[in-house]
């Protein structure tokens, strides 16, 4: 099993609904969590950070954390072509800097 | 605000070269890590270096290495280069938040490295 579990896609939303996208985690000891947006030759940029239960708002976007369930999700509102990238989530468990990547969601809105 | 630099941009080595990649976080920013980003494996964690020591280290052999120094510079070599180490090379900065977690990286735009 995989530290960090994401759905690879491509998930495919119209243009101007709600893109859903989860990530699993497998150890409970992790404290912060994190969404990178990756456009196709870019490095992560960083979306998101989330650190207690429940819910995050930024802007369209919409973290939600449930530890219980090692569980993070995050909600694209309004969904626009120029949101079209790979969606990387991220866990950190140690003290320090030591991220571990899921292997991202490729999300497609088509106008 | 300058962000993260990385140099080179791209690379091409040969089978069996040795080759440096430096990093320049972002002022202020103490901890510097890498990652190695492949189509098949993803980004993996290669090593964290925090007041020029390694504080967290991946499962990479010992063919790859890093320092940082006083400045926060860092920088990490690959020795006996394979073809497997043919990856895009990043490099990222942090504020650092001790036992509280982490804030998150800023990347660099990272180093294209092609091994032939």
């Known amino acids: 099993q995989k530290e960090v579990e994401q759905n690879s896609g491509p998930l495919s939303v119209p243009e101007g609904a709600i893109a859903s996208l989860n990530c699993t985690y497998s150890?409970?000891?992790?404290?912060?969590f994190f969404w990178y947006r990756q456009y196709s030759g870019k490095s992560p940029e960083l979306i998101m950070s989330?650190?207690?239960?429940g819910d995050k708002e930024d802007g369209r976007f919409t973290a939600q954390l449930n530890k219980a369930s090692q569980y993070v999700s995050l909600l694209i509102r309004d969904s626009q072509p120029s949101d079209s990238a790979t969606y990387l989530c991220?866990?950190?468990?140690?003290?320090?800097?030591?991220?571990?990547f899921g292997g991202g969601t490729r999300v497609l809105v088509k106008p | 605000k300058a962000g993260v630099t990385q140099t080179p941009r791209y690379l091409i080595k040969t089978r069996g070269q040795q080759v440096t990649l430096s990093c320049s976080p972002i002022?202020?920013?103490?901890?510097v890590s890498w990652y190695q980003q492949t189509p098949g494996q993803g980004l993996q964690f290669l090593f964290e270096?925090?007041?020029?020591?390694?504080?967290n280290k991946g499962n990479f052999p010992g063919r790859f290495s890093g320092r940082q120094f006083s400045n926060s510079r860092s920088e990490m070599n690959v020795s006996t280069l394979e073809l497997g180490d043919s990856a895009l090379y990043l490099c990222?900065?942090?504020?650092?938040?001790?036992?509280?977690?982490?804030?998150?990286?800023?990347f660099g735009s990272g180093t294209r490295l092609t091994v032939v």
């Open positions: 990222a900065s942090s504020w650092d938040r001790g036992t509280s977690g982490s804030n998150g990286y800023t």
């Open positions: 150890d409970r000891v992790s404290q912060s």
């Open positions: 989330i650190y207690s239960n």
């Open positions: 991220a866990v950190n468990k140690a003290a320090g800097n030591k991220l571990t």
């Open positions: 002022s202020g920013h103490r901890s």
């Open positions: 270096y925090f007041s020029e020591t390694q504080r």
